[in-house]
């Protein structure tokens, strides 16, 4: 480890424990560290965007437009998003509906297509196998489970009728299959988290308080 | 009209532009140019966040806010990683070096300028460490969350605390030398949750084709700031 390295360490572990210390209560290392991250992730986002959006997309193609005129249409977008910029203007602020309503139908238009493919078709296909072809008989029962569990899930988001007789009770054993979902999200959730944890007490046990050890030991 | 129907009108237009690209091949060309103009729109759109970050704090120094000195902090981070991105980027420390004799005190300059000014070293060393370990943080606040869930003794709630126990104990290596307990989880993982996601997930996709149809038919407008 070089000095430097050891320096960027000592920053991250400073941090580290800053945030930590929100634990025992808000207190200013928190805060500190807390002020410091939004100022270094909009910064870090707004330079990385610069140079991989505006960049290739905008500058080099205008720039290039002498050989190729037909990147002068990328003109029209900067305009769009220049009219956007007027949304901080209390006066002019209608101009930015052109781009807003231009992105809302592009993002609309292309996402009808693929989501009822892959969001409703394809996962109705999964749902609906033969459960003859089923390799065992315990497969062909965790395709009928699968089934009715999908049904009865999509029964309880059903609001236009009262659940109530046939349809109450399969909206019951649709939250049933829901909450099982949910346990598993959660557990899922909480095991990323601590797994979170665990890097970073790796970090500093590791990287901090051994790594210093051996660079003051050589 | 300017400022109501011609925007519902290219919101329109756009949208089923976009719709028939999937059908009319000849139109693959237009929806690849709309996706680079999405990126360039974007990319001048997140100056509003900047621009709205920069005005907050300059407020809150202004009035002297509560806790107003913090401001400081990410106004100095943000132009600080701003500059840095900039140098680096551009190139600059690499001219600067080229143009020094070795051993002068001006190259010595420059480089501590640059290892001051490593773009890439702030962002592993300050933006990474906060963000993971936030986001770590939440491993003790979502167990006292879990404890007040758990302790609405409804069948419901017994149900979600057994799910999540097994997932949780199938997930560690202690937990999977309990007999039938990796079994038990990946069948839960792999039945009930899978038929659970799948029915939200077939919701969510009626949802957003629908909610997409009427904002391209311009029945939902709440997204221009209009009520009808």
């Known amino acids: 480890m070089t000095g430097m390295e050891l320096f960027w360490t000592w920053v991250a572990a400073f941090l580290t424990l800053s945030i930590y210390s929100f634990l025992y209560k808000d207190n200013p290392f928190y805060k500190f560290a807390e002020h410091l991250v939004v100022g270094v992730s909009v910064g870090y986002i707004f330079t990385i965007n610069w140079h991989q959006g505006l960049h290739p997309y905008l500058f080099n193609p205008l720039a290039a437009s002498w050989e190729h005129p037909y990147n002068l249409l990328r003109v029209i977008p900067l305009i769009l998003g220049l009219l956007f910029l007027l949304r901080i203007s209390r006066k002019y602020n209608w101009l930015s509906r052109f781009t807003i309503a231009l992105v809302m139908g592009i993002g609309c238009g292309t996402a009808i297509p693929p989501t009822i493919e892959t969001r409703i078709i394809q996962q109705t296909k999964a749902s609906m196998i033969n459960i003859i072809d089923q390799p065992s008989l315990w497969a062909g029962f965790c395709a009928v489970t699968i089934l009715v569990g999908t049904i009865s899930t999509l029964i309880y988001f059903f609001f236009s009728k009262e659940h109530k007789g046939i349809l109450g009770g399969t909206a019951r054993l649709g939250i049933v299959f829901l909450m099982v979902g949910f346990g598993a999200s959660f557990g899922y959730t909480v095991m990323a988290r601590i797994s979170l944890l665990i890097g970073r007490l790796n970090f500093l046990i590791n990287d901090w308080v051994i790594g210093t050890w051996n660079f003051i030991a050589g | ?228």
């Open chain 2, 1 to 228: 009209m300017m400022r109501r129907q011609v925007p519902l009108l290219i919101c329109f237009v756009a949208g089923i532009v976009m719709l028939s690209q999937n059908f009319i091949p000849p139109l693959t060309w237009v929806y690849q140019q709309a996706l680079e103009w999405a990126r360039i729109i974007s990319a001048i759109a997140l100056f509003i966040g900047l621009i709205s970050l920069v005005r907050v704090h300059t407020m809150k120094l202004k009035r002297k806010a509560a806790n107003y000195r913090y401001s400081y902090v990410t106004l100095f981070a943000l132009c600080y990683m701003i500059i840095a991105g900039f140098l680096t980027k551009y190139g600059l420390f690499v001219k600067l070096h080229a143009g020094c004799d070795t051993g002068s005190a001006w190259e010595w300059i420059v480089t501590a300028l640059e290892k001051a000014l490593n773009f890439q070293e702030i962002f592993l060393n300050v933006q990474i460490p906060i963000q993971a370990t936030m986001f770590s943080l939440l491993a003790f606040y979502i167990a006292s969350a879990a404890f007040r869930a758990f302790k609405a003794r409804t069948f419901e709630a017994t149900l979600l605390l057994i799910a999540a126990m097994i997932v949780m104990l199938g997930r560690v290596p202690l937990g999977q030398m309990i007999p039938g307990v990796k079994e038990i989880t990946v069948w839960i993982l792999d039945v009930p949750n899978t038929a659970a996601k799948r029915g939200i997930m077939i919701g969510v996709g009626l949802g957003m084709a629908s909610t997409s149809l009427k904002i391209m038919l311009g029945i939902e407008r709440t997204y221009l700031g209009m009520k009808d």
